[in-house]
């Protein structure tokens, strides 16, 4: 960080203020820092602004950390108030860097924006860093960043002239101008910074300015200051030679010698290259020395250059064991040369380690499996052959395929079908690609389409290519292929870029105008959704209803999907609808069967029939579709309208699995994990489900059995194999994996707090759909472990959130306010906006207007009476668990009487075990002999307890306590007193899993 070379020693500092009457603190030897942090601690809790700078900057001195310089940062804030320079620049560059605080561009601004008017240098250069690379919110603005740097550099600022030179060169932010940029580099380079010499090198290298042969002349002027870095970039030029220079080997190596011997790994690995190229034995000894010494950096690439000489055993010895030692941990981490490389050692052994066919097998499959050429060679070559297990001669073909002629077009697609279906024959994208293209070549455009599909989704191992699969696609449209053109038509509208859209919508409509029904009911599709295209309900009845005149069974159920969602200005109609999907399922189409069930069941524009309904919905199950068994097993769990039947929901759910459909398995795990009906909760066989979803790819079981893993529930607690499949998930685009994520990194729960990653995966989960997401991020930050470096910013986060209606956006904001996060009548804001939302009927907002009538806040006091009257007046909005809490909860405000605590021993039972912690808790803080009640219950009802429910702390409570923390063997908390709040919290966990429920 640049303004880090302004951070002083912490000096002297013995102020002496009292901590209360009659005493002071000791005066510090001036070596003493234990001592001298004290003092500056007493004399920043007492208001002395030169302590907290002083103090500040004792702390920033010491190594990072987010307790210290959150610390830091907030000294800092109260000091920048006083107008102090020092403070305000450098708390800018810790919100810039998101160092002790959030990172946060618009705090930077508001700090560093008053000075630089003011005419600080640092300021300007601050700003120039700032729109540079960006800080959340505030985006890179490399035109804004040239700007600032342009200003700070012609007042002298080293950072800056730097900065601008980088820019110039690039034409970030500036029109290019090399010239300019070598005059500031050139000025710059006159301090004798190696790196500035090398950045000149690298102009002239790089053929941005003329004659490429300076590049050697400020090469070397770094490597004479011993930089090794320097010496690489020398010894390549002349490697090669540049310009007017021709290659000189003896300097090359002459340079990499320098390198190597300062212990540069890039030094030691071209040193040994060009070692080994001479062809010597002496050479060679002396490159495998090299290389032995980079490899010991923990690099692959020293490590199987080195390794694959040793089992070649021709430049070097023979040395299996060696090459296997050096190779296996990056196998281990899935590193593709070094799992082919441990393929070929096992395939025909090296010295003392004997060939293992089985062994070389499995690492070519891995490398296989990465998509390594070589690996797949060699792995279909041993499968043909039987090496190493058992012969499947099916496979290696796949793997190997062998040209093969054929005349019949039509038997070419066919037989091509047949590979990409991978039924009849083991899947083979190759052969299906080559019987296609046979097709093709002979005049058969159905060829071109059906490669254009196996491009487009990918196959076997043939990986997506939309470009290719687009050619294909393209080619067929010109010889006239009513497949190809709606197959086009479909990449554009799902893979292709937005210009292409209009194009899509122009090849569907062509051939709707054709009478291509297909392609008329897709188009048609695309106007009810509204998705791609504007949403056209008039366009879309008028090409669906000559269609279903005709009796279509596809445009009858299209109707129906229009009439019961609506289109632009044509509204939803679900009488229409259901008369629609009636005619439909008629002629047996059963996407109408399903939504007609549906519609049945709920009496939904039909008049209700869940018999008949639930008879559709058993009839499309019954064809195999799995998803028909997934939505039967739905309802039939929901037990809406129809009889509850878990057991018959297992089956559903089991069938569609059965029917190879791993979304059953998350619904199977979480009818397992909740239990219902006659289905006792069996978190272990949910955990299995999921595992089984997982292992399908399906982000929905990676996400769920992640959580499961972190809370150790079902299975053994294992926040990094969660963490892996979340990460898995979240690559694929998954709202939900990034949201959990992002919850992980920004509440530290599980992960140590991480900004970056909390906001990037919030972001992430935003981007997928998760429109809470970055409303969450913002509490998080706001009140979690981040918030003494990004609290401002959450609290940013959380407003965008209500000016853009996030549901529960404005009851979270009220939190905030109500927390005094946001000015000294946060609480008197609180109560208006929450007011509003009870009103509208939110329950949320009423159970935190009763926690603010308890406890006040900023501008508010506490009211019993005004949380007593809102809890009568509104409770209809609360379930029973949340009136029993809130119920304890305003009963635990008053001193303790008789009757308060019979009211609190009646509400008890009836809270929900989730909240009872929190309850004891509360109580503890706010009513001792209420909490003292609450244990007295919890206790007897346990058989711990048999005295009087008093809500005093006689001998027998506390025996009764003193046998509960033996049974969950915490007695050591529990020797600090009953009264303390680990044994609250302890106690409260406890009894929220008693055996039997609270006893009034």
Same mark, same amino acid.
């Given at each position: 960080m640049r303004l880090w070379s302004t951070i002083a020693a912490v000096s002297v500092f013995a102020l002496a203020v009292p901590v209360d009457a009659g005493a002071s603190p000791p005066l510090c030897r001036t070596a003493d820092h234990a001592c001298l942090k004290g003092q500056l601690e007493h004399a920043a809790t007492a208001g002395d602004i030169v302590a907290k700078i002083e103090l500040a900057r004792m702390l920033l001195n010491e190594p990072e950390s987010g307790s210290n310089w959150g610390r830091a940062a907030g000294l800092l804030h109260q000091a920048a108030r006083t107008g102090d320079a020092w403070s305000v620049s450098i708390l800018a560059s810790l919100y810039r860097e998101g160092k002790g605080v959030p990172e946060d561009g618009r705090q930077v601004m508001k700090l560093l924006i008053p000075l630089a008017a003011k005419g600080s240098i640092g300021a300007v250069a601050g700003l120039g860093d700032l729109f540079a690379s #960006?800080?959340?919110?505030? /985006?890179? +603005?490399?035109?804004?960043? $040239?700007?600032?740097?342009?200003? !700070?550099? %012609?007042?002298?600022?080293?950072?800056?002239?730097?900065?601008?030179?980088?820019?110039?060169?690039?034409?970030?932010?500036?029109?290019?101008?090399?010239?300019?940029?070598?005059?500031?580099?050139?000025?710059?380079?006159?301090?004798?910074?190696?790196?500035?010499?090398?950045?000149?090198?690298?102009?002239?290298?790089?053929?941005?300015? #003329?004659?490429?042969?300076? /590049?050697? +002349?400020?090469?070397?002027? $770094?490597?004479?200051?011993?930089? !090794?870095? %320097?010496?690489?970039?020398?010894?390549q030029m002349y490697q090669t030679g540049i310009g007017t220079v021709g290659p000189d080997l003896q300097i090359a190596m002459d340079l990499l010698e320098q390198a190597a011997a300062l212990g540069d790994m890039g030094g030691q690995v071209q040193l040994a290259l060009v070692l080994l190229a001479s062809g010597t034995s002496e050479d060679a000894s002396q490159a495998i020395e090299l290389l032995e010494r980079?490899?010991?950096?923990?690099?692959a690439w020293p490590a199987t250059i080195l390794a694959q000489l040793y089992a070649e055993g021709r430049q070097a010895p023979l040395d299996g064991a060696r090459a296997v030692g050096l190779l296996q941990p990056f196998a281990d981490q899935g590193v593709t040369v070094a799992l082919t490389g441990l393929g070929g050692i096992y395939a025909k052994g090296a010295g003392i380690v004997p060939a293992d066919p089985a062994l070389a097998r499995h690492y070519f499959e891995q490398a296989a499996g990465s998509g390594d050429l070589s690996a797949k060679n060699r792995l279909g070559f041993m499968l043909i052959n039987g090496e190493g297990g058992t012969a499947d001669v099916a496979r290696g073909l796949r793997l190997l395929e062998p040209v093969m002629e054929s005349g019949d077009t039509w038997a070419m697609l066919q037989l091509g079908d047949t590979y990409a279906q991978g039924t009849a024959l083991p899947q083979n994208a190759e052969r299906a690609l080559h019987y296609y293209g046979r097709a093709a070549e002979l005049g058969n455009a159905a060829g071109l389409s059906r490669i254009g599909m196996i491009y487009r989704n990918g196959?076997?191992?043939?990986?997506?290519?939309?470009?290719?699969?687009?050619?294909?696609?393209?080619?067929?449209?010109?010889?006239?292929?009513?497949?190809?053109?709606?197959?086009?038509?479909l990449l554009l509208l799902e893979d292709g870029p937005a210009q292409d859209i209009a194009r899509a919508e122009q090849l569907l409509a062509a051939a709707a105008s054709e009478g291509d029904a297909w392609a008329t009911t897709i188009l048609a599709d695309l106007l009810t959704r509204g998705e791609k295209v504007e949403a056209d309900g008039a366009r879309a009845l008028a090409l669906l209803q000559p269609l279903a005149e005709q009796g279509n069974a596809a445009a009858l159920s299209g109707l129906g999907v229009l009439y019961a969602r609506g289109a632009g200005t044509l509204e939803p109609d679900p009488a229409k609808a259901g008369a629609y999907f009636e005619q439909a399922a008629a002629l047996n189409d059963y996407v109408a069967k399903s939504r007609l069930g549906m519609m049945l069941i709920a009496g939904e524009g039909v008049a209700v029939d869940p018999a008949r309904g639930l008879a559709l919905l058993r009839e499309v199950a019954a064809i195999g579709d799995g998803w028909a068994k997934i939505q039967l097993g739905d309802v039939l769990s929901s037990g809406k309208n129809v009889p509850l039947d878990p057991q018959g929901a297992l089956a559903a759910y089991q069938a569609a699995r059965d029917a190879g459909l791993p979304a059953a398995a998350i619904k199977l795990g979480y009818l397992f994990l909740y239990g219902k009906g006659n289905i006792a909760p069996d978190p272990a066989r949910a955990a299995n489900h999921f595992a089984d979803a997982a292992e399908a790819d399906l982000s929905a079981g990676k996400v769920s059995l992640a959580l499961l893993l972190l809370d150790g529930k079902g299975v053994e607690k294992n926040v990094d194999q969660a963490v892996d499949l979340l990460q898995e998930a979240a690559g694929h685009s998954d709202a939900w994996a990034s949201g959990v994520l992002g919850g992980l990194y920004a509440d530290g729960r599980n992960l140590k707090p991480d900004y970056r990653q909390a906001r990037d995966f919030s972001q992430a989960a935003f981007n997928a759909g998760d429109q809470a997401a970055m409303l969450r991020f913002g509490m998080s930050l706001a009140i979690g472990p981040l918030a003494p470096?990004?609290?401002?910013?959450?609290?940013?986060?959380?407003?965008?959130?209500?000016?853009?209606?996030?549901?529960?956006?404005?009851?979270?904001?009220?939190?905030?306010?109500?927390?005094?996060?946001?000015?000294?009548?946060?609480?008197?804001?609180?109560?208006?906006?929450?007011?509003?939302?009870?009103?509208?009927?939110?329950?949320?907002?009423?159970?935190?207007?009763?926690?603010?009538?308890?406890?006040?806040?900023?501008?508010?006091?506490?009211?019993p009476r005004k949380a007593r009257g809102l809890l009568e007046q509104h409770a209809a909005l609360l379930t029973s668990p949340a009136l029993a809490f809130e119920t304890v909860a305003l009963h635990s405000m008053a001193p303790a009487t008789e009757a308060s605590l019979s009211e609190i021993g009646a509400a008890l039972s009836g809270i929900a075990s989730a909240d009872f912690p929190q309850a004891v808790q509360m109580m503890f803080w706010g009513n001792k002999n209420a909490y003292v009640y609450a244990l007295q219950f919890g206790l007897r009802d346990v058989g711990l307890y048999s005295g009087p429910m008093s809500g005093y702390l006689t001998k027998q409570t506390i025996s009764a306590i003193n046998q509960a923390c033996a049974q969950q063997q915490i007695e050591e908390i529990c020797r600090r007193g009953p009264l303390t709040p680990e044994v609250a919290v302890s106690l409260g966990e406890y009894l929220a899993t008693r055996p039997a429920p609270l006893r009034s």
């Open positions: #960006g800080a959340t919110p505030i /985006a890179p +603005d490399p035109q804004r960043a $040239a700007r600032y740097f342009a200003r !700070a550099a %012609a007042e002298g600022d080293v950072h800056s002239k730097y900065q601008l030179a980088l820019m110039l060169l690039d034409g970030n932010g500036v029109r290019a101008d090399i010239a300019r940029a070598i005059t500031l580099l050139e000025e710059l380079n006159r301090s004798g910074d190696p790196w500035i010499s090398i950045q000149l090198g690298e102009v002239y290298a790089s053929g941005k300015s #003329g004659p490429a042969e300076r /590049a050697i +002349d400020y090469f070397a002027q $770094a490597a004479e200051t011993g930089n !090794a870095s %320097a010496m690489v970039r020398l010894a980079a490899a010991e950096t923990n690099q196959l076997a191992d043939v990986a997506p290519d939309l470009a290719q699969a687009q050619e294909y696609f393209e080619r067929a449209l010109a010889e006239e292929d009513a497949t190809g053109r709606i197959q086009l038509a470096d990004h609290r401002a910013e959450g609290i940013d986060y959380v407003t965008e959130a209500v000016a853009a209606n996030i549901p529960g956006a404005v009851v979270e904001l009220a939190r905030l306010q109500s927390m005094g996060l946001m000015g000294s009548d946060g609480a008197v804001e609180a109560e208006r906006n929450l007011l509003a939302e009870i009103e509208a009927g939110n329950p949320a907002a009423l159970r935190l207007l009763l926690q603010v009538y308890r406890s006040g806040g900023p501008g508010l006091k506490a009211s």
